[in-house]
């Protein structure tokens, strides 16, 4: 549509955004409710994910206020540099890499390291409009950008879509839609707070992801921090109606490779439940060990690549199906990033 009239969507999204109006006929959504994989049980509405369909063209012209947004972020002190997602420069791999940076460099200075790896609970559908706008207002946020997210979060309505439910919209008045381009950015914003600045310590964060990283004389002395951090953290995000999942809480204590004690075995205390030190913990899709070993990181990629690997043969069997160069140009194109994801933080080790 675009080749064939390029003056078309600049003609209807620049009054929008003049004016920041977001179409109330593209407030009326539909949400499809998803089973969470893994859970013990669905009794409960933790157990499920709403994603919501949106227009087209609503998408367009929420991507376009993301892209002016984000180009403030920086400048208005909205996002905080160890914070990730939602911005360029800013992947999976740039969170991994500052982390394992921070924590070597605590290593060569003498002191015990360890992280403690938190989930923001519910995430984008805690977020709060009015502070979200005070926020961006205090922060001297362009006005028709401060309008547009206010016209976007207001008077939405939504129809949740699963077996058996009512055939009839119902208001939305918190949170973020998941499944808009300007979600995750309206989050980063909105939980930026959380970073708080405390004696050598690191807080990286990847959207809802957190990692808390102390380091002290002793690993005793971390864990005692680390309480003391959580306590911090859930007393600052209480009034931006943030709370944080306990039970997906994880703790490792890092080494060096070269470290000859025996490892750790110190655990750490959380609103009375108990989280014992892991060896090995998945985080942003990376495998991290107590050394940064790659090695269970890239066996686990090279298992995954290699379960893609059979449908692919299937596709072409002896004598008949896809051509073979046809065959080729699919497995590069679906295990490459498979088996080369986290190459960017580490070099991937020979398997054998």
Known sequence: MHCLKPSLLPSLLDPLLAHGLHPPSHKKVLGIVLHKPGKPSYDSSSSFRVIVLLRMLSKILERVVTSCLSAQATTCSLIHPLQCGSLPGRSTSDAALVLQHNVESFHRLGYKVSTLFLDVKGGFDNVQSPSLLSLLRRNGVS???????????????????????????????????????????????????????????????????????????????????????????KRKASPINISFSVPKTELIHWRTARSNEPPCSLLVQLEDQRFYLQTRLKWLGFILTPSFDPRSHFSRRYTLANAMLAPIRRLSPPGMGLPLHVCLSLARSLLAPILLYGSAVWSPPQLS
């Open 143 to 233: 006005p028709y950008l401060v309008q547009c997210v206010d016209s976007f979060l207001r008077d939405r309505t939504c129809l949740l879509t699963f077996q058996g439910s009512p055939r009839s919209f119902a208001p939305v008045s918190v949170g973020v839609p998941q499944g808009s381009p300007i979600s995750p950015l309206l989050f980063v914003i909105y939980v930026s707070s959380l970073h708080l600045d405390i004696p050598r310590s690191l807080i990286v964060s990847y959207v809802n992801d957190f990692a808390v990283t102390i380091a002290s004389p002793s690993y005793r002395t971390n864990v005692r921090l680390l309480q003391k951090s959580f306590s911090l953290l």
